[in-house]
């Protein structure tokens, strides 16, 4: 008995409402942006991104949406930045629904709640590099259950830069992830033995004052959780 073949047909969003010829061409462009988005050349994933930014295809399609989530390692900051911001459009938009998530938001939910130390590792290098994209990108670490345990890990390794360690366990704390509050009570601990704040103390090298001036967001995180 022969199987029917197998039909695989990206779904298409719903601006794309034209007849004939006219949606052979929509998609045709909205393949090639997304090929764009993906490419080598960094003028060229920045035209994609722009093409389907442009036509909502984002917010219209899982497909799309899917490719979005993808892209969170971005090689240049200020286009990571742009799929941070229009993944936290998606997140916004699916909350204020009162139906819930559609399938877009079901998509991106799910594909965050993946995300691992990778990911997370560049969400924080955004964070260093562009403060004002905080918000945005605590809304998509929200979606990831396992991001509490990582950002404790990245915020315990002396190999991690300072600024990455330090946007770890600010946002441990602007979260609320209890997780971590066992590994930053013992990495305070550690610190404050090390570290003891005695007058006439040798002067500590670099990678020391690197260490010791994290003691005192250590502190206040640990009472933020704590307390809630």
């Given at each position: 008995m022969e199987s029917e073949p197998l039909n695989f047909?990206?779904?298409?969003?719903?601006?794309?409402?034209?007849?004939g010829a006219q949606v052979v061409e929509d998609v045709s462009q909205l393949s090639r942006a997304a090929e764009d988005f993906v490419a080598p050349q960094l003028d060229k994933r920045f035209a994609g991104f722009a093409y389907l930014e442009k036509l909502q295809?984002?917010?219209?399609?899982?497909?799309?949406?899917?490719?979005?989530?993808?892209?969170?390692?971005?090689?240049?900051?200020?286009?990571?930045?742009m799929i941070v911001d229009?993944?936290?459009?998606?997140?916004?938009?699916?909350?204020?629904?009162?139906?819930?998530?559609?399938?877009?938001?079901h998509v991106v939910a799910y594909h965050l709640s993946q995300i691992r130390t990778r990911q997370i590792y560049a969400l924080l290098q955004l964070a260093v590099q562009y403060e004002d994209k905080f918000s945005n990108i605590a809304l998509?670490?929200?979606?990831?259950?396992?991001?509490?345990?990582q950002l404790a890990e990245i915020a315990e390794n002396r190999d991690m830069p300072l600024p990455i360690r330090k946007q770890a366990i600010l946002f441990i704390q602007h979260i609320g992830y209890?997780?971590?509050?066992?590994?930053?009570?013992?990495?305070?601990?550690?610190?404050?033995?090390?570290?003891?704040?005695?007058?006439g103390q040798r002067q500590k090298s670099g990678r020391e004052e690197s260490d010791a001036s994290l003691i005192p967001l250590l502190r206040e995180t640990l009472e933020t959780l704590k307390s809630s």
């Open positions: 047909r990206v779904p298409l969003p719903d601006f794309l409402d034209n007849a295809a984002f917010e219209a399609s899982p497909v799309y949406a899917y490719l979005l989530v993808t892209r969170l390692t971005e090689p240049s900051l200020e286009l990571r930045g229009q993944l936290a459009e998606i997140i916004r938009a699916c909350l204020s629904q009162s139906g819930g998530q559609n399938d877009v938001g998509v670490l929200k979606q990831c259950s396992f991001a509490g345990n209890t997780v971590a509050i066992a590994s930053l009570d013992r990495l305070l601990r550690r610190f404050e033995m090390k570290y003891p704040q005695t007058v």
